[in-house]
């Protein structure tokens, strides 16, 4: 059987759910899992209901039902048979954004998930419409979780022992579940991470014993840079399960981080292949030896360094080091890029305002913090010698890093700031 994942921008509009429709009519010689994230930018809308107040939050909430509503009249010829279902999940948001029991991270899981519900319901229907045999599963019921809102661990035990169940399912239909959500045992909604329904498609192959995962993009396949970027970046047809690994660890966001560890460990291809051209090959990304791949870059941008040094003269060691460290992990905070001095540890990390901030304060209590925001980080993996020079060569660079193999620049475009002590 094979896992299918389609993204946001592969069901914004009735269109592109038709297109997903006929992508699917090309792959039924076989069992089929699809997993479908929130319609365009759902997640955003609804993410914006949380920081809005009472006068506008019914309104911006009636936008996006009348969105999908929109979506489904055109599918459906002016009929509307989810019209109970949006009503019920519109009833759900506006009750769960009146618990003021939740913490803002379970408040956040219980109402941006409903995004993923809706597309699913969605998708789901009209293939049926259309003929093909459809089930539509809920994902909670069969990935679960800690309670890490936001950033939920998956029990592997438990939800291959579930989702191990749909193989019978599988064989008569096809199942249609949603990304990025699952539950914990007493049955709260969590999520995986922003944009982890690859995570979630994994998750289901590794169960299964899948034949492959396909992600569905806007993309021609795994780029060696943003096209937006550089314009000349190449497609690669192949890559090693740890090189792309490495890629989304750097930053590369064709796929999420988290997706390549559970497909690597079944030895279970991931393809990634073109939503608006589906005869390209794409990028197959699996078990093999690549003796020499040409330059990958990855820019990220919103990013933050942080510059901590103590303040008696004593030099930094493994002590200190691991008050950072342990600061950074409470709060859920990855770096990007790390360097030290005698007096002073640095290091990247993506400007999250609220967590970052408050890690600045908690460390000003014992170290001397200067940080700046702002910054872009370059990270060229596989650096030729003409990738190597240009950017090295960068300007206003604040930080820089090289290895065997792979080159950062951290490129500075605000003034540093010393936080108050």
Sequence with gaps: MRVFKFGGASVRNANSIKKVA????????????????????????????????NGNLEHELNQIITYHSIIIEELFEGKNPLAEELRSIKSNIL????????????????????????????????????GLPSLWKDARKYIVTDASFCEAVVNWDQSNNLIQSLTDVLNKSIVITQGFIGSTKDGRTTTLGREGSDF?????????????????KDVPGVMSADPKRLPAAITFE??????AAEMTYYG???????????????????????????????????????????????????????????????????????????????????????????????????????KVLELIEELGKIFEVYYNTGLTLITIKNYDTDSYNKYKNQKNVV???????????LIKSTPLIASEQ
Excluded at 22 to 50: C, H, W
Excluded at 200 to 216: G, H, K, Q, R
Excluded at 238 to 243: A, D, G, I, K, N
């Design 22 to 53: 006929t992508i699917i009519q090309f792959y039924i010689d076989q069992p089929l899992l699809i997993v479908v994230s929130a319609m365009g930018k759902t997640t955003n809308a609804l993410e914006r209901l949380l920081n809005l107040k």
């Design 95 to 130: 009750e769960q954004l009146k618990n003021t029991d939740s913490t803002p991270e379970e408040l956040y899981d219980q109402v941006v998930s409903q995004g993923e519900i809706i597309s699913t319901l969605v998708v789901s229907a009209y293939l049926k419409k259309i």
């Design 200 to 216: 979630s498609a994994a998750i289901f192959a590794s169960c299964l014993s899948a034949e492959s995962v396909t992600i569905w």
């Design 238 to 243: 192949e890559l090693p399960f740890r090189e």
């Design 252 to 354: 590369a966001s064709v796929i999420h981080p988290k997706t390549i560890k559970p497909l690597a460990n079944r030895n279970i291809p991931l393809i990634v292949k073109s939503f608006d051209n589906i005869d390209l090959p794409g990028t197959r990304i699996h078990k093999c030896k690549i003796d020499q791949l040409p330059p990958l870059i990855v820019f990220k941008d919103n990013q933050c360094l942080i510059s901590c040094q103590v303040t008696d003269y004593t030099f930094i060691d493994e002590s200190q080091i691991g008050i950072i460290f342990s600061a950074l992990s409470t709060r859920n905070l990855k770096v990007n890029m790390i360097q030290n001095s005698a007096i002073s540890f640095s290091f990247c990390l993506d400007f999250k305002e609220e």
């Design 399 to 409: 930080l820089e890093q090289s290895s065997r193999s792979t080159l950062q620049v």
